[in-house]
């Protein structure tokens, strides 16, 4: 029978037959489906090289186009030198077969579907270069415009196995807390058994990354209380319902997380905040601030991260403020912060450069980390070379760089 030409193993063949004339080709190739075609290849050393194909729209920070193609790769910073001739190779593949009939209809549909995953641990134990995150899901009950959980995940684990793995190595390497995200966690039935079994290994705090829309239902909230949940890292974004909500995409996510939060505190589950800045939400965040501190009380973890570049952000650029506009607005939250005793922190990949905040050092968890996280879509401005805190800081997008620049007003050294 004819193969498909729409099917994953006709494309996969086309793209792939010219890497057996390459000097060294891959030892094994595999092809994943999901926001897009991923295809994973290994060197004989063991080493991984996983290269996407995705419908073009011209905003993505990608190393090669072709007729509405855009392709880019993922990978260990040197894979091996065989690595740049795949990539060759590939870059010629697609310029051929982006003129195939069936090519771009193909890519849609793949984009269309959940993200796909990797085997656990091929790049990486996590994106956020904290091993005690482990990702355990790709659906969502939101539909945020920002969400980084797109294309191939490194980190994704959904096998109960893979879990236990993963969670094991977290404990051995020095975490004492396991936090659980997605995707939205809480879809997950067995989501219990797995908070459970973190407990078996000898976690000391179970904790869950939630937009708490179904937290606050007794048949989800109950059973995770049993099972060890001891704190949540809960999706807040905005005190003006309209805009949270609007950004989860879900009417009532605000008043649903608001209660998740409440109850999670009448039993004993800590509560941490995060709050994803964006051009929708940046003026109102002085009110989130206050908004903590009058229903969560005095000591509440707010985590005040800026849109990653990276994921469905890289679909909507008019999302992403300007650094320089988005610092003045932080530190007037950390100045009220602090004057309401909140722990306000920035975190490092999904943060800002310390530079842009003079005199809220503290506030950084970069500040506090020794050897932050290097990623290959990450790099510095011009301005950085003789920044004292260069060496504690992971850099920042590029893709943010290709928007508006590397010398923005507020990096150190202008």
């Known amino acids: 029978m004819k193969k498909s030409p729409l099917s994953t193993r006709y494309w996969t063949r086309l ?17 994943r489906e999901g926001k897009g075609l991923h295809l994973l290849m290994r060197a004989r050393a ?65 984009m269309a579907l959940p993200a796909a995953s990797l085997p656990g641990g091929s790049i990486g134990e996590s994106i956020s270069g904290d091993p005690g995150l482990v990702r355990i899901c790709t659906r969502c009950n939101a ?43 809480t879809l997950r039935k067995d989501l219990p058994e797995i908070l459970a079994m973190a407990g078996r290994l000898g976690a000391r705090e179970i904790d869950l990354q939630t937009n708490g829309i179904l937290l606050a239902r007794s048949k989800i909230f109950e059973p995770l209380c049993d099972a060890g949940l001891s704190s949540i890292f809960l999706s807040l974004h905005s005190a003006d ?15 649903k997380a608001l209660a998740a939060a409440e109850l999670c505190l009448e039993n004993g589950v800590l509560v941490r905040l995060n709050c994803v800045l964006t051009a929708s939400n940046l003026e109102g965040l002085a009110d989130l601030v206050q908004l903590a501190a009058d229903r969560l009380g005095r000591g509440t973890h707010l985590c005040l991260s800026f849109v990653a570049l990276q994921g469905w952000a890289l679909d909507h650029p008019e999302l992403v403020p300007r650094l320089s506009q988005a610092a003045p607005q932080m530190a007037r939250a950390l100045d009220l912060g602090d004057s309401l005793d909140l722990d306000l922190r ?10 842009m905040l003079p005199g809220y050092e503290e506030h950084f968890d970069e500040f506090h980390a020794a050897d932050p996280p290097r990623q290959p879509d990450r790099s510095f401005a011009p301005a950085c070379a003789d920044c004292p805190y260069r060496q504690r800081c992971s850099g920042f997008w590029n893709a943010y760089f290709d928007l508006y620049g590397n010398e923005e007003p507020g990096y150190r050294g202008r």
């Open 346 to 355: 920035i975190p490092g990949l999904c943060g800002i450069p310390i530079c």
């Open 15 to 31: 793209l792939t037959l010219p890497l057996a004339g390459a000097g060294e080709p891959p030892v094994a190739i595999d092809a």
């Open 46 to 110: 063991g080493r991984l090289l996983v290269v996407s194909f995705m419908a073009d729209d011209g905003r993505r920070n990608v190393c090669f186009r072709s007729a509405g193609t855009a392709m880019s790769y993922l990978g260990e910073l040197d894979p091996g030198e065989c690595a740049n001739d795949w990539l060759e190779v590939l870059k010629k593949s697609v310029e051929k077969v982006s003129q195939h009939q069936g090519w771009l209809e193909f890519l849609r549909r793949v």
């Open 241 to 255: 319902r309209r805009v949270h909500d609007s950004m989860l995409g879900v009417a009532g996510a605000f008043d």
């Open 143 to 185: 539909s945020c415009d920002f969400c980084s959980a797109r294309g191939v995940l490194p980190d994704l684990v959904e096998d109960r196995e893979a879990i236990q793995r993963r969670v094991a190595n977290a404990l051995k390497a020095g975490r004492s807390m396991i936090s659980f995200t997605g995707g939205e966690p």
